[in-house]
């Protein structure tokens, strides 16, 4: 598993994470997917990610389309 700091997450753009949304007010941004190690850990945790319904697919469809254009069957 490769391992963000919060330096290196918080300077991703939101582009980068299959999930964003607002909770409580706040942006959430879960499962990021800029490179390969980080999408196989998105496809082994998304079904744990507790994403709100209307987030949970669409982000599931974007961990998919990272990992074809990263090579991850």
């Known amino acids: 598993m490769s391992v963000l ?3 290196q997450r918080n300077s991703l753009p939101d582009s980068a994470f299959a999930a964003v ?3 409580g007010g706040q ?3 879960k499962f990021p997917i800029h490179d390969a190690a980080h999408v196989r850990d998105a496809l082994s ?4 990610g507790d994403l709100p319904e209307s987030v949970a697919a669409g982000a599931h469809a974007k961990i998919l389309a990272a990992a ?6």
């Open 5 to 7: 700091n919060a330096a």
């Open 21 to 23: 949304y607002f909770a």
């Open 27 to 29: 942006k959430v941004r």
């Open 45 to 48: 945790r998304w079904s744990e």
């Open 68 to 73: 074809r254009k990263h090579g991850i069957k």
